[in-house]
């Protein structure tokens, strides 16, 4: 009896270790997260302090990554920075996900006028490359992040919609939603217990690639003038700021560029690494 | 049913499709809080400005009225008027586009062979090492911030080593080819990983498909049925593939353009979008999503004619 259940529990622990790209994808979200949240306990300098005696120092022990060309310390403000692109692939993620959740759960559900209405309104906006519309939209509404992320809402969540709703199509036929309807449950309560629990799994997963990409977006714009507005550090906005400076300090541009990446793999790790425990929890 | 049929039940599909586009592009200049004639004058004009162009460009009208109108023009291949450069905005694109033709094509040429030589390489084992590495190379590429690298591209490969223009378009195909080498790089490094996906995919579904199965029966070399069974079959769903990435390109281009300087479409719009000039922004989103639409199109009815079991 022993030795079986033994067996059992090796079994068990297998199944249930984290996936590599996981653990990689826990230890750099965690770590710039944590940066983030103590960038006034970890940042050596202001972020914002400007030294005319250090203007574009190259990286040395006082400043790891060099100063820009006012002085600004380069490692304080990436890692002040990283608030503001943290912030952003979240505020740039969650409302289209809500949104097109809400409309393709409804719109898969009970099919019909209304579904007909979201799917050609998905094709419309599908037929628009995404970083135009984006740009189009915020260039009209003005730049900031704000509006970056209006613009998110307005043409991100036709995704979202179509992936629930493609979802909701194989789950809505299946047994047990037949059982709880047969037994009587609110309409509202199918929809909410029995449906969407089980047609979030792959909105997840490109919920977090898309993170990726809102990141990049949001960067580009700040590049551009139009995202985040200086003097605020945000990795785009100091990539721009070094730009007409890359012949005599290139790190002003390069460190930002390195702290964009590696959120950017955090993610891309991350939405690995839930692909890899589904497909598991499937097999089982 | 005929080829023939079946696309021109397409382009009846498209109709909707097209009006929606024309739609959400008018839309565009009302989205702004306040007065088009406002954003179109700008935060400095005087009163009797924004008056005469509230009159000039039809704004006082119903909204349905002014629809109708931009419906009309578009239907005479007007899509509006530049602000700054006083031109119609058609005449614009038509200057601007070359260098941006240019450039996706010059991308799509540069990703073909090392994702063919990727994705070959990966589902020959799938899941092996040769898979991962090639896998997570593919995730490192796609979270690169295009213009950074654009900038980090033309300061060592440009400027340090000089080897490249580092910007403009020049003169003639092959100073095209030699000026627009680092732009095309710069966004064919995060192209590459999106096509090996799809195609790597592809070869592996194909493989366990049942004729390659019925290939191996007859004894064909594991060889012969990959080169002439498997890939001719797994490069229909990746080129389809491709009517869908044009627009991927086309929005990794235009910040490209910006970074190196190419008088292409994406610098264009860039700065209309700076320079507040609405109508060139507006007629270039109406532009991008009409060409992106067609793409798809001339790639559908190209599958189809390639393989008749498609269905359009």
């Known amino acids: 009896m022993a030795v079986i259940s033994l067996g059992n529990d090796a079994k068990v622990r297998r199944g249930r270790q984290l996936p590599w790209t996981m653990i990689m994808a826990i230890a750099i979200l965690g770590a710039w997260i944590l940066l983030a949240a103590g960038a006034s306990l970890v940042a050596p300098y202001d972020p914002d302090a400007v030294d005319i005696m250090n203007m574009m120092a190259s990286p040395n022990a006082q400043h790891w990554f060099g100063t820009d060309q006012v002085g600004r310390d380069v490692f304080s403000r990436v890692i002040y920075a990283a608030r503001v692109d943290l912030f952003m692939c979240v505020a740039g993620v969650v409302p289209p996900l809500m949104i097109g959740a809400t409309i393709g759960l409804l719109s898969g559900y009970f099919g019909g006028f209304v579904d007909g209405f979201f799917m050609r309104l998905y094709d419309i906006t599908a037929a628009f490359p995404f970083f135009v519309l984006v740009l189009a939209i915020v260039g009209v509404l003005g730049p900031g992040l704000t509006n970056y992320f209006i613009s998110l809402a307005l043409v991100g969540w036709v995704t979202y919609a179509r992936l629930v709703r493609a979802e909701v199509l194989t789950?809505?036929?299946?047994?047990?939603?037949?059982?709880?309807?047969?037994?009587?449950?609110?309409?509202?309560?199918?929809?909410?217990?029995?449906?969407?629990p089980n047609a979030f799994g792959p909105v997840i997963a490109y919920a977090v690639s898309d993170a990726v990409l809102v990141m990049l977006a949001g960067a580009s714009l700040g590049f551009l003038g139009m995202g985040a507005q200086p003097p605020?550090?945000?990795?785009?906005?100091?990539?721009?700021?070094?730009?007409?400076?890359?012949?005599q300090a290139w790190w002003i541009c390069f460190f930002p560029g390195i702290a964009a990446i590696t959120l950017g793999l955090g993610l891309a790790f991350l939405g690995d690494g839930l692909a890899q425990i589904r497909r598991r929890q499937v097999a089982q | 049913m005929g080829h023939l049929q079946a696309i021109l039940q397409r382009l009846l599909q498209l109709i909707p499709v097209l009006l929606g586009i024309t739609i959400v592009a008018f839309l565009l200049l009302h989205l702004a809080p306040g007065d088009p004639a406002r954003l179109l004058a700008g935060d400095r004009a005087s009163a009797e400005t924004i008056a005469a162009i509230r009159h000039q460009y039809g704004l006082d009208l119903p909204l349905w009225r002014q629809f109708l109108t931009y419906m009309g023009n578009l239907l005479q291949g007007d899509i509006g008027q530049?602000?700054?450069?006083q031109r119609p905005v058609v005449e614009l694109i038509g200057q601007f586009m070359w260098p941006t033709l240019f450039l996706v094509?010059?991308?799509?040429?540069?990703?073909?062979p090392p994702t063919l030589i990727l994705a070959i390489t990966s589902a020959r084992k799938p899941g092996g090492l040769a898979d991962q590495i090639i896998r997570l190379i593919g995730v490192a590429g796609l979270t690169i911030p295009v213009f950074w690298l654009g900038i980090m591209m033309s300061r060592f490969f440009g400027v340090a080593l000089g080897w490249f223009p580092v910007?403009?378009?020049?003169?003639?195909?092959?100073?095209?080819?030699?000026?627009?080498?680092?732009?095309?790089?710069?966004?064919?490094?995060?192209?590459?990983?999106?096509?090996?996906?799809?195609?790597r995919a592809a070869l592996i579904d194909k493989a366990t498909a049942d004729f390659a199965t019925a290939a191996k029966a007859q004894g064909a070399s594991q060889r012969d049925i990959f080169w002439s069974t498997v890939l001719p079959n797994a490069v229909l769903p990746t080129l389809n593939l491709l009517g869908v990435l044009v627009a991927f390109i086309i929005g990794g281009t235009i910040i490209v353009e910006m970074v190196y300087a190419v008088p292409g479409l994406g610098t264009l719009m860039i700065k209309s979008l700076l320079g507040r000039d609405y109508y060139v922004v507006q007629g270039l989103t109406l532009v991008f999503a009409v060409a992106t639409v067609l793409i798809t199109l001339a790639v559908d009815v190209l599958t189809a004619i390639i393989d008749p079991r498609v269905k359009l």
Do not use: N
């Open chain 1, 171 to 196: 789950i809505r036929d299946s047994e047990y939603v037949q059982a709880a309807r047969s037994l009587g449950y609110a309409t509202r309560i199918i929809l909410l217990r029995h449906v969407l």
């Open chain 2, 167 to 199: 910007s403009g378009y020049g003169e003639g195909f092959l100073d095209h080819l030699h000026h627009l080498f680092l732009p095309a790089l710069s966004t064919a490094i995060w192209f590459i990983p999106v096509l090996t996906q799809s195609l």
């Open chain 2, 105 to 112: 094509s010059y991308v799509v040429v540069l990703s073909v």
């Open chain 1, 232 to 247: 605020l550090a945000e990795w785009g906005v100091m990539i721009s700021d070094g730009q007409p400076f890359v012949q």
């Open chain 2, 82 to 85: 530049s602000l700054r450069f």
